[in-house]
Every structure is written in structure tokens, then in C-alpha cells.
């Protein structure tokens, strides 16, 4: 269940979202603020219960609707990001590594 309910003033410089059930919590997506844009986010991936993958997105040119929304990576049998079956919007933007 996720909780959308938050008050802030000030000003907001990272933003940490978790999903899980209280005390299994783990990180899903991080997004760091210039302002009140978003310029940079972090999707987390899993295998089971491990982090496999991290990956981080400079969303700085997209809406802040567009900047939230995770991506969906599929790979290749190589290892390798199949792009063309890979989510567009995210991807589109410049992959840090």
C-alpha cells in the first residue's frame, strides 16, 4: 500500500519512495531536485529480494508526471538492454552509467 498522503515546506533537495509492506520496506525510486524540477532519477531493481540493478536517468528536459514514471528495462539473453522492447519515455533520456 502505498501512502501519498505528505505535508512539506521548504525546500525539497532528494525524495526517497519504498514499497513493501511495513518492515520489508526497500527503495524503489530516488529523485534529486533543483527547485521544485526534478533533474535526476533513480529506478532500483530486484532479483527476489537482492538489488540487481540500479539505473539513473538525468530527466531534467520531461514534465514532473513524466520525470516520476519508472522504467521498465527488458535484456537481451546477452545482458545487453533491448531498446525496442525497453520503456521509450525513460529510456530516451540520457542513461548515466
Same mark, same amino acid.
Given at each position: 500500500m502505498t501512502n501519498t498522503n505528505s505535508t512539506f515546506s521548504g525546500d525539497l533537495a532528494t525524495e526517497d519512495i519504498y514499497t513493501g509492506?511495513?518492515?520489508q520496506e526497500? %527503495?524503489?525510486?530516488?529523485?534529486?531536485? !533543483?527547485?521544485?524540477? %526534478?533533474? !535526476?532519477?533513480r529506478d532500483y531493481s530486484y532479483t527476489g529480494k537482492?538489488?540487481?540493478h540500479v539505473y539513473s536517468f538525468d530527466v531534467?528536459?520531461?514534465?514532473?508526471a513524466d520525470a516520476?514514471?519508472?522504467?521498465?528495462i527488458v535484456y537481451k539473453t546477452d545482458g545487453? %538492454?533491448?531498446?525496442?522492447?525497453?520503456s521509450t519515455l525513460t529510456l530516451q533520456?540520457?542513461?548515466k552509467r
Open positions: 509492506t511495513k518492515g526497500r %527503495i524503489s525510486q530516488s529523485f534529486t531536485y !533543483d527547485g521544485t524540477s %526534478i533533474t !535526476d532519477r537482492a538489488l540487481s531534467s528536459a520531461l514534465s514532473g516520476r514514471q519508472k522504467s521498465v545487453t %538492454i533491448d531498446f525496442e522492447k525497453s533520456t540520457n542513461e
